[in-house]
């Protein structure tokens, strides 16, 4: 105990040494500008932002805004709601269904004993699935197993998989619990080889299947332990501090817009579903550039998109918590992050460039108009930079500095609206919020004309392409020019415009 109290002093003594830090660095950068800046009748007012600003500031507040209506006002209503059913919201069976590969042990015992747990917790019939790959796997959870002496209702079921992918893994899991039959009241949790459950995410989240009918898939609130540097760390952090505030507010429309692969709960007569597996299992997608091709990675975004396609609703449990332990794919941070940042926003842009033929009948229209503006984002978010650039050294280089002000004070603003959603923040979140906005944008215009190119950080896997052929070299050289025409185009507005 005495150990923890040391080390909460220090990580405030650190917070703390690190806003004063920022803030004076702030405070410097505020003494260099013209002092007209500050004045409100000035035409230089900082607070005179144009309409490409006022439109993305007002879209991250509209999310913000929904999102504190349903964490506060919605979800409580509805928890209430689905206490009022009691025993009704019993499912007939739970299966935890958990997928590993390529997980050092100390993670694959800490998840397993979570989950063997959460089984027993719960009371009711219930299954864990096991896809696994090694022997040595089966031979930890057997001891677990043993070790937790799991009630009679509680089973466990062992499904042996090739080492080629998550995808045959949780296809092949999926082909084992449709063989018991389960009926409509059944729901199966699909959890990660490197997702720890928090006691009692599974009883929070069942209910609400009971109170949505035709909800199918709802997931989970994630916090996270990163084995890796204090940026890393900070940097998953925030993330998940910005994904709850998005989760809610996609929510307060039926409509997430992923089911996180670390946890989701689906409907088992979703995930026995034949149409559903051959999605998650087999997902291609027909280019008219780049031909067809196979999804790699993103079986969270599969999964989303065959619900969405099916006609389901998907939710979001703010209290039904999981924790991750994150192993980046590199030391350095900058290299850790845009091989993250190339999964993630490629799994986005390759879902989203057929999402968004659903139409809003499907995805409703406020998901619809999200899927559309993911694609207009990513050149956004670099315009007031590039603008700046372009002003400092055709003007003045006052014009970057005002604009890394104003950077510097509506980061920071951000950064304290995270605190309600509930994660902590720390003295790095404004300067990681830029980052991930800049730095994010390129990799998304870099992806965005390679969607083809996919690769696993974990498994090191990537998806076989025949460079020799005319159709590769086509893919590539094509990929370069519309990259080079775009960005160009660009670089032509951001001059005209100033």
């Given at each position: 105990m005495q150990h923890a109290a040391h080390s909460t002093f220090l990580r405030g003594l650190r917070n703390?040494?690190?806003?004063?830090?920022?803030?004076?660095?702030?405070?410097?950068?505020?003494?260099?500008?013209?002092?007209?800046?500050?004045?409100?009748?000035?035409?230089?007012?900082?607070?005179?932002?144009?309409?490409?600003?006022?439109?993305?500031?007002?879209?991250?507040?509209?999310?913000?805004?929904?999102?504190?209506?349903?964490?506060?006002?919605?979800?409580?209503?509805?928890?209430?709601?689905?206490?009022?059913?009691?025993?009704?919201?019993?499912?007939?069976?739970?299966?935890?269904?958990?997928?590993?590969?390529?997980?050092?042990?100390?993670?694959t015992a800490m998840v397993y004993d979570s989950v063997i747990k959460e089984a027993i917790r719960t009371g009711w019939p219930t299954t864990v699935v096991c896809s696994i790959v090694e022997v040595s796997d089966e031979m930890l959870i057997r001891s677990l197993w043993q070790?937790?002496?799991?009630?009679?209702?509680?089973?466990?079921?062992?499904?042996?998989?090739?080492?080629?992918?998550?995808?045959?893994?949780?296809?092949?899991?999926?082909?084992?619990?449709?063989?018991?039959?389960?009926?409509?009241n059944a729901i199966v949790a699909v959890v990660d080889g490197d997702t720890v459950l928090a006691p009692g995410v599974v009883t929070t989240s069942a209910p609400y299947f009971k109170l949505f009918p035709n909800m199918g898939a709802l997931t989970t609130n994630e916090f996270c332990e990163v084995q890796g540097g204090y940026v890393m760390s900070e940097w998953h952090k925030l993330r998940f501090a910005q994904r709850h505030i998005n989760m809610c507010s996609m929510a307060l429309s039926n409509r997430v817009l992923t089911l996180t692969g670390r946890m989701s709960v689906f409907r088992a007569s979703v995930v026995t579903s034949p149409l559903f597996i051959e999605d998650v299992e087999h997902d291609q997608l027909n280019h008219w550039r780049l031909g067809t091709f196979k999804f790699l990675t993103g079986d969270d975004k599969s999964s989303w998109y065959s619900l969405m396609r099916m006609g389901y609703d998907t939710w979001y449990v703010p209290d039904a918590v999981i924790n991750t332990v994150e192993h980046p794919p590199d030391k350095n941070f900058v290299r850790a992050s845009r091989k993250l940042m190339f999964r993630w926003y490629g799994n986005n842009l390759r879902q989203n460039s057929r999402a968004a033929k659903l139409g809003a009948s499907k995805l409703g229209l406020f998901a619809y108009y999200v899927v559309w503006d993911q694609r207009i984002s990513m050149w956004t978010s670099i315009l007031g930079l590039t603008a700046a650039f372009v002003a400092a050294v055709k003007f003045s280089i006052t014009y970057l500095l005002v604009y890394l002000l104003w950077i510097g004070l509506t980061r920071t603003v951000l950064t304290f609206l995270l605190l309600a959603s509930g994660h902590s923040v720390g003295p790095l979140y404004p300067l990681i919020l830029y980052y991930n906005q800049i730095f994010g944008s390129i990799m998304k215009i870099y992806v965005v004309f390679r969607l083809d190119k996919q690769s696993w950080t974990r498994q090191n896997t990537k998806l076989r392409k025949d460079s020799g052929s005319f159709h590769g070299w086509f893919n590539q050289w094509s990929s370069r020019m519309m990259t080079f025409s775009s960005v160009s185009i660009f670089l032509a507005i951001v001059f005209a415009l100033v």
């Open positions: 703390a040494s690190g806003w004063l830090l920022y803030l004076s660095a702030l405070g410097g950068l505020a003494l260099l500008v013209p002092e007209e800046v500050f004045v409100p009748e000035s035409k230089h007012f900082l607070l005179l932002i144009g309409a490409v600003g006022i439109w993305r500031y007002g879209v991250g507040l509209t999310h913000f805004v929904r999102g504190m209506i349903f964490l506060y006002l919605v979800y409580p209503y509805y928890r209430r709601k689905a206490a009022r059913l009691g025993d009704t919201v019993i499912p007939s069976h739970v299966y935890l269904m958990v997928t590993s590969f390529r997980i050092d042990s100390r993670t070790k937790n002496s799991p009630p009679e209702q509680v089973k466990l079921k062992f499904v042996r998989i090739p080492g080629t992918g998550k995808r045959d893994g949780l296809a092949y899991g999926f082909r084992a619990i449709s063989r018991d039959l389960p009926d409509d």
